[in-house]
Structure formats: C-alpha cells, structure tokens
C-alpha cells in the first residue's frame, strides 16, 4: 500500500471499475492508502473491486470502513450483503439485509435486486425470485442483472424467454466476457455450467 491517494488513482480506479476491468483497478487499489479517503462511496466501489476479485478479507476491511462513514449509505449496506453472502456468513448478511430493508422503499430496481440476492442465497423457489427481475431485466439491458436473468430462464427450462434475452444481450454487450459465457452455455447446453455460474 502507498502512501496516501492520488485523485490519478482514484478516477483511474472509477474508470476501470465502469469498465468492469476489475482485475486492473486492483493493481492501482493495492498501491493507494484507502484510509485517506473520505468518500465512503469510493471506499465502496474498492470493496466491490476486491469482491470482483474474491478477495473478501480486504473487501471486508474497505467495506466496514465506508459503512462507519456513512452507516446510512444504502450501496454501502448492499454490497456488505453481498459479500457476507458470498463468504457464508448468514447471520451478518442476515443483519445487514434487514437493515437495508428497514426504510427501503419498495419496487425500486435496488431494492428488487437486495431481495433477490438475499433470497437466492436463502434457496427461495425459482419462480419466486424471477419476480424480482422479470421484466425489467427482460426489457432492459443490464451487463449483471440480464446475464443473471438469461442463467435463471435457462434453469427453469423457459428457452423461449432465454433466447429472447440471449439476443437482445448479445447485441448490447457483443465482445464482453459475459457474452462469451453466454454464447459457450448455449453452444454446450451444460447445466451444470450454468449452475456453476449461477
């Protein structure tokens, strides 16, 4: 880690991020002293690089700090849920979950995207999570949440709405890694592969 945080680094390390270049805003992360910053939402994005990474132990640190700054902070609270999921730690990710939800305001997008997550990790019912993604991820592109959403078509055996989605995908996101993923599930028809990735 550096000695303090240059604003080079810190829009480099937002540009990448925008970008999904994850693995290459890391190697800016690691030379900057995050400790400087005092934009709880950059601490954040850091903390969602390190989870794009799976490095939780220093997601975890970066995270618990934006949360101190700004314990109101909703994409704060989010992405602690997120990572307390993906590292099996139900209680914390329990605790967090409610409270995002405590004053979250229904049938917004990020809250529809927090109980899906949470459900999902909770093993809630196929159909059931689907609600909270169908339409508007069906309708409306989105690098994460419509990969996610084509996964959960493909799972349920609905290839129609899957080959909708696969379509409209591949001609907003054409050369990005998901769409390679995309392009191998189809040609291989593995479900395991899709449960692996889902």
Known sequence: MGSGLSMTSVNKIKELANA????????????????????????????????ANKR??????????????????????????????????KE??????????????PNLPQTDNMNYIYNKAQGCPFQEIETLLFPMYSDVMDYDWSFELFLLMKLQGKEEEAKRIKDDYL????????????????????????????
Do not use: T, W
């Open 20 to 51: 999904r270049e994850y693995s290459l805003a890391l190697e800016i992360i690691d030379s900057q002293d995050l400790s400087k910053s005092l934009n709880p939402q950059f601490i954040r994005l850091c903390g969602d690089v390190y989870i």
């Open 56 to 89: 939780y132990k220093d997601a975890r640190k970066v995270l618990v700090m934006a949360h101190r700054m700004a314990p109101e902070a909703k994409r704060v609270i989010y992405s602690l849920v997120d990572l307390y999921l993906r590292m099996g730690y």
């Open 92 to 105: 914390l990710a329990s605790f967090y979950y409610k409270l995002y939800m405590f004053d979250a305001e």
């Open 171 to 198: 001609a907003s996101f054409k050369n990005e890694p998901n769409a390679i993923l995309l392009e191998e599930i189809e040609e291989s028809g593995s479900e395991d592969r899709i449960k692996e990735l889902f």
